[in-house]
């Protein structure tokens, strides 16, 4: 099982990125996706979720309306759009992976996921 987050870079704030993670080795249709994020001291915090095959998401209130958690099933990715950043979106972001073939589950915790990507780090400048 793998999974590879890619897109991050520097960014003003008021831009956009698209983070990426492409995963491999396990059946997509039968698993949640969820996106994280680490600052630096502080600890990892939840951003958003996607359940596997009824299309529900899910945001933390401080991403709500800014970022958008999608799924591309022919190229077993999930992207996570980042606009209108902001110096306190710098982080790095991880993508993980858990097993749910109820199709309806989309979750918040860190312990729940049992698969992490390496992390891609974003950075906001004001």
């Known amino acids: 099982v793998q999974l590879q987050a890619s897109g991050g870079g520097l960014v003003q704030a008021g831009g956009s990125l698209r983070l990426s993670c492409a995963v491999s080795?396990?059946?997509?249709?039968?698993?949640?996706i969820g996106w994280f994020r680490q600052a630096p001291g502080k600890e990892r915090e939840w951003v958003s979720c996607?359940?596997?095959?009824?299309?529900?998401?899910s945001y933390a209130d401080s991403v709500k309306g800014r970022f958008t958690i999608s799924r591309d099933n022919a190229k077993n990715t999930v992207y996570l759009q980042m606009n209108r950043l902001k110096p306190e979106d710098t982080a790095v972001y991880y993508c993980?992976?858990?097993?749910?073939?109820?199709?309806?589950?989309?979750?918040?915790?860190?312990?729940?996921?049992?698969?992490w990507g390496q992390g891609t780090q974003v950075t906001v400048s004001s």
């Open positions: 996607s359940s596997s095959s009824d299309g529900s998401t």
């Open positions: 993980a992976a858990v097993r749910d073939p109820s199709g309806y589950g989309c979750y918040a915790r860190s312990s729940e996921y049992d698969y």
């Open positions: 080795g396990f059946t997509w249709d039968y698993y949640a």
